[in-house]
């Protein structure tokens, strides 16, 4: 079946650029989640959406990072503004969302942002 | 930050068990030990949960000690494609993973 697709797989953009990337979970999948994965590092959260609002944005940088889930379904991460310090791997996951033990969360291959 | 330590990295003979270690001494009683794998270039994988009982899955096996301040992730019969960095994580809910740095393990031939 299918999986979490993310486009675009790469990204290259100019300081100070607006940027956005998608997400599509898989279907069925009421819960998503953004990470964001520096060179060398373990993925960093950035927001969690529990069908189309935000349950937890307390990951997300600064005020230039929104998502957003309009119908629960595909998410898109919004950067403005970008600086250099914004280029990594964006990752999407998604999960059934249950309030279980066992929630586990299927990630896709990634978004590589480099910002110039 | 993350609740646990994990070694930077681990070798492994192909064929041969592979045991990685983590620490997580702070763990609460309702909280989770799950463990992902991120082979290069890839998203990470989710590969096995516990909470007190030690669990097995066609991936591998989870072994949680009595006081569950540790715990350790075996691959029975480690292969080529094993070599990736793993990640343990002590969660509540499954809300967010806090990855750390993980163990990068290298299988070799």
């Known amino acids: 079946g299918a999986g979490v697709s993310q486009t675009p797989s790469n990204k290259v953009t100019e300081k100070g650029k607006y940027v956005e990337l998608r997400c599509d979970p898989i279907?069925?999948?009421?819960?998503l989640y953004w990470y964001r994965q520096s060179l060398g590092q373990g993925p960093e959260f950035l927001i969690y959406?529990?069908?189309?609002?935000?349950?937890?944005d307390s990951g997300l940088p600064n005020d230039r990072f929104f998502a957003v889930r309009p119908e629960g379904s595909v998410s898109t991460l919004k950067i403005q503004r970008t600086e250099r310090g914004d280029s990594a791997v964006y990752l999407c996951?998604?999960?059934?969302?249950?309030?279980?033990?066992?929630?586990?969360?299927?990630f896709g291959p990634g978004t590589r942002l480099t910002v110039l | 930050d993350a609740k646990t330590t994990q070694p930077p990295s681990m070798d492994c003979a192909e064929g041969r068990a592979a045991n990685l270690p983590c620490n997580h001494s702070?763990?609460?009683?309702?909280?989770?030990v799950y463990w992902y794998r991120q082979i290069h270039s890839q998203g990470p994988q989710y590969i096995i949960h516990?909470?007190?009982n030690n669990e097995t899955n066609e991936m591998a096996s989870l072994i949680i000690t009595e006081d569950r301040k540790s715990s350790t992730l075996i691959l029975p019969h480690a292969t080529l494609r094993d070599t990736a960095v793993y990640y343990c994580?002590?969660?509540?809910?499954?809300?967010?993973?806090?990855f750390g740095t993980g163990t990068r393990l290298q299988v070799f031939p």
């Open positions: 959406f529990q069908g189309t609002g935000a349950a937890d």
């Open positions: 279907s069925g999948h009421t819960a």
């Open positions: 994580i002590v969660i509540y809910n499954t809300d967010k993973l806090i």
């Open positions: 996951a998604s999960s059934l969302g249950t309030r279980s033990s066992y929630n586990e969360q299927f």
């Open positions: 516990g909470l007190k």
């Open positions: 702070t763990i609460s009683g309702n909280e989770y």
